[in-house]
Structures are given as C-alpha cells and as structure tokens.
C-alpha cells in the first residue's frame, strides 16, 4: 500500500526556517513523484513543490521560489521540504501526496492520489 506521512510542521518566527519530512512506504521515489501542498484557512488547496522522478525537472511555486528546496534520502525512503526566510503568508497545512511518475500539472491536487495527514506550519510576525 503506497502510503505517505508528513512531519516536521510547527511555530517559526518571521525569517526562520523548518525541514518538513514525507516518509513513504509501500513504493520508491523513482516510481512515483512526490508533490508538496498547503492549504490555509479559507483558501483553496496550492501546489508548492514538486520533483518529477522521471527527468529530475523540478516545479516550485512562485511564492516559494528561492526560499524552499526539496531533496531526497533514498535510504530513508523520505523527501525533505527545507524551507528558508519563512513568511507570515506560508502559514498553512502542508501536506505531500504521491502523484505519477510525470506529472503533467504538478500544481494540481488532482494528479496525486495518495495523501499525508497533513503538519501544521505556522509563521510569526
């Protein structure tokens, strides 16, 4: 059973950073690609990140880019999301889903099908 599990979420003053962690089970990263979401209070689900397994192409937010980064532990079977000079505005739940191989639209929710239970990051001014 392909499975993911988010951790790592929690309080950050204005500028600090997080390393959020997606361990996966049930399948490798070069089968499947991880993408990374959030959603606030009232706002609709958005993409953040994503890494295709297939090429290595990557996808980033504009809001994100230049700030957050993705990196893998093969060992671990587990994807990183560092995020750096964290914003107010990041504050949200982020959760990481596994999509296809390649992903057309990695921005979008619907191309992934498995999904963590989400961590809560929150970002102080």
């Known amino acids: 059973e392909v499975q993911v599990v988010e951790s790592g979420g929690g309080l950050v003053q204005a500028g600090g950073s997080l390393r959020l962690s997606c361990a996966a089970s049930?399948?490798?990263?070069?089968?499947?690609?991880i993408g990374w979401f959030r959603q606030a209070p009232g706002k609709e689900r958005e993409g953040v990140s994503c890494?295709?397994?297939?090429?290595?192409?990557?996808y980033y937010a504009d809001s994100v880019k230049g700030r957050f980064s993705i990196s893998n532990d093969n060992a671990k079977n587990t994807q990183y999301l560092q995020m750096n000079s964290l914003k107010p505005e990041d504050t949200a739940v982020y959760y990481c889903?596994?999509?296809?191989?390649?992903?057309?639209?990695?921005?979008?929710?619907?191309?992934?099908?498995?999904w963590g239970q989400g961590t809560q990051v929150t970002v102080s001014s």
């Open positions: 889903a596994v999509g296809p191989v390649w992903v057309p639209a990695p921005w979008d929710p619907k191309w992934f099908d498995s």
């Open positions: 049930g399948f490798t990263f070069d089968d499947y690609a």
């Open positions: 890494v295709s397994s297939s090429d290595g192409t990557s």
